[in-house]
Structures are given as structure tokens and as C-alpha cells.
């Protein structure tokens, strides 16, 4: 019986921790997710004459994918400008530059909310990409 008990208490324990990683509700902002990696997390809301859940996901889905590129450099460019330069410069921000490193990314996740919204993360993976950006920031 003791053994029972602490079967289940572990299923339990397990099923809550899988829903809790499960959803998109631990992403709630762009930014670096570690020193490698940049996270770019876009919403859109389907088109106001889409009548259809399917209609509402797919407008809101072919709109997201046709900003996703733009709206991660935004972002990115969004980080560069608070990055505090070691020297005391100010920051110069060569948009051109920063492009580079959104060619490297692509889209990790893509979630839909009852509404017909999407949110996708555009994902940017490069080795020490933090300092490479911090470095783009200060020249």
C-alpha cells in the first residue's frame, strides 16, 4: 500500500511538471535565454474578417511568418541599445550588422491561443553570441 502511495504521488508530481513546461507561459518576453542564444518571441492576431478558428490561425500564422525576421531584429537591436560599453562610449547600432545574426536563426516554437493568435519564438544560436552583439553594440 506504501509503495502504491508513493507511485502515485510521483505520477502526480511528474503530470504537474510536464504541464507546467508544456505551455508558452513561461516565455513571456524576448531576450537572451542563456549566453549562447537569443529568443525572439512574436504575437499576432489574426485578420478581423476571418470567421473560422482555421481561418483565424492560418491569416495569423502567414502574417507572423512574413514579419518573424524583422520583428527579431527589432528586437535584438531593442537589446543592443542597453548595453552598458566598458569604454563609455555610446552605443552605435549598425542595423546591417546586426542582420547577421538574425540569418541565423529560426523558428523553435509556435503556439496558438483560443482566439486564433500565434505566438512564435524565433530563436538566434551562435557561440558566445551575447559578447559577439555586446561587441557589434560598442564599436
Not at 8 to 28: D, R, V
Request: aromatic letters at 10%.
Amino acid at each position: 500500500m506504501r509503495l502504491l502511495f508513493i507511485i502515485l504521488f510521483s505520477i502526480l508530481i511528474a503530470c504537474s511538471q510536464f504541464q507546467k513546461t508544456a505551455t508558452n507561459e513561461y516565455i513571456e518576453t524576448s531576450g537572451f535565454s542563456d549566453r549562447n542564444t537569443f529568443i525572439a518571441l512574436i504575437k499576432v492576431r489574426p485578420e478581423m474578417g476571418t470567421s473560422s478558428l482555421v481561418e483565424k490561425r492560418e491569416s495569423a500564422y502567414m502574417e507572423a511568418k512574413i514579419k518573424v525576421k524583422q520583428f527579431a531584429l527589432q528586437e535584438l537591436v531593442n537589446y543592443a541599445r542597453t548595453v552598458q560599453c566598458t569604454d563609455g562610449n555610446p552605443v552605435k547600432i549598425n542595423q546591417q550588422r546586426m542582420e547577421k545574426f538574425i540569418q541565423k536563426g529560426y523558428i523553435s516554437d509556435e503556439y496558438y491561443d483560443p482566439d486564433g493568435s500565434i505566438s512564435l519564438i524565433y530563436s538566434i544560436k551562435a557561440r558566445s553570441l551575447r559578447n559577439k552583439v555586446h561587441t557589434e553594440a560598442c564599436r
